[in-house]
């Protein structure tokens, strides 16, 4: 069963990334780390980091391990949370375990 996008929003940002990511990594859900990969660049220059908003692929992709890493930027993680929010609401992952419908 999937989680009440209401309940979500209480959630801090962290919260919501630690869940999606682990309930992407239980789901080897490829598409969802591409997803963030793609709209990193876009939440990067809507938290005020210009210059790493128009980073290539290669670069994005390390700033996508650094956002997601012990030292993000929480104004990155907040422009990235709907992505969260969206994710776990669609496939479940209350706990970032098993549940919610397949990719």
Do not use: K
């Not at 869940?19 to 859900?29: Q, T």
């Not at 990067?44 to 290669?58: C, D, H, K, S, T």
């Not at 996508?64 to 669609?90: K, T």
Request: proline share 3%; charged share 30%.
């Amino acid at each position: 069963m999937s989680e009440d996008t209401t309940s979500l929003e209480r959630l801090e940002t962290s919260e919501l990334r630690d869940r999606a990511v682990s309930l992407a990594r239980h789901r080897w859900d490829v598409r969802f780390f591409w997803r963030l990969l793609e709209l990193l660049p876009a939440a990067e220059a809507a938290a005020g980091n210009l210059e790493a908003g128009e980073a290539g692929v290669a670069q994005a992709s390390g700033l996508f391990y650094d956002a997601l890493g012990a030292e993000e930027d929480p104004r990155v993680q907040e422009q990235l949370r709907p992505v969260f929010i969206d994710y776990l609401a669609r496939h479940g992952g209350r706990d970032g375990g098993e549940g919610g419908e397949s990719a």
